[in-house]
């Protein structure tokens, strides 16, 4: 039985996130018109003092609890733990360094009677300021995310599914390299039937990370997800650069450096470098052609 008849889970994977999770508990705290729900944050090894944190809000958050996610590195793995132990069957995935909107629960919540497989809109601002623009990410999203063959995704922080989506899915690909891990589960979900639903009131509020050296790091693993994606997927429709078009395809990316631009200018382009760095680097390693 869910703890006090709870209906829905909020699972919430976390590593190191003490400094940030309080902004995201207390928008669940604040929900509106939200039916019942628990919240299970899924520690992945964290080696700060989120476990204090969290129990500081059982008195708001009566519900939550956290559980150990610790036996593999990843978010697909604290993801996975966290669906697991989640005592209802219509799950709601946000991450701890994000925050929902007051109306996410009831709208995901409502939405899951109807649909299996749900995402809604993200917006970048609010969160990250002037970081927003650094990288190609739309700053507020209308729709769900499209891509090769018109297949459409959620963000994973932005997900809810009935248990039965992940459980014959087959959760998430734990050896996926993040930055993609979302759209691989979408996709397979794809190739078994299920199709993404948009919900206009689950807004998301999405913090792009403010120091440079995160934002190369999370392009660049984004890249090699999108390496790994092609060479697991291999959509017909998508055809590999040659060896002479990849040079080409480089330089022009050289030849773009905005030299005489602003430093906002000049990061935007170092998250393309970093991007195409990873899907090259990744390509490379699995021995398949980089889209």
Known sequence: MPPDDA?????????????????????????EEAPAFEVVVADNGSTDDLASV???????????????????????????????????????ICDADDVVAPTWVRAFADALVEHPLASGPAETRRLSGPSAGWVPIEERSTGLYETWGGRTYGLGGNTAMRREVWETVGGYDEDFPAGAEE??????????????????????????????RGVLRQQYNSGRGTATLYDKFRPAEVVPKSLAR???HELLLLRRFPWRLDGGARRRWLTLVA?????????????????
């Open 54 to 92: 969290v129990g500081s809000w059982t008195d708001r958050l009566p519900r939550l609890r956290v559980v150990d996610a610790s036996r593999g590195r990843g978010v697909s793995v604290a993801r996975n733990v966290g669906i697991d132990h989640a005592s209802t069957d219509r799950i709601l």
């Open 7 to 31: 209906v829905c889970s909020v699972v919430i994977p976390a590593y190191n996130a003490a400094h940030v999770i309080g902004d995201q508990l207390l928008a669940l705290s604040e929900q």
């Open 183 to 212: 759209i691989d589960f979408a996709w397979r979900a794809w190739d078994l039937g299920y199709r993404f639903t948009y919900v206009e009131d689950a807004l998301l509020h999405y913090r792009i990370r403010t120091d440079l």
């Open 275 to 291: 991007f195409e760095a990873g899907k090259l680097v990744e390509a490379r390693r699995l021995g398949s052609p980089a889209p």
């Open 246 to 248: 990849r040079v080409h």
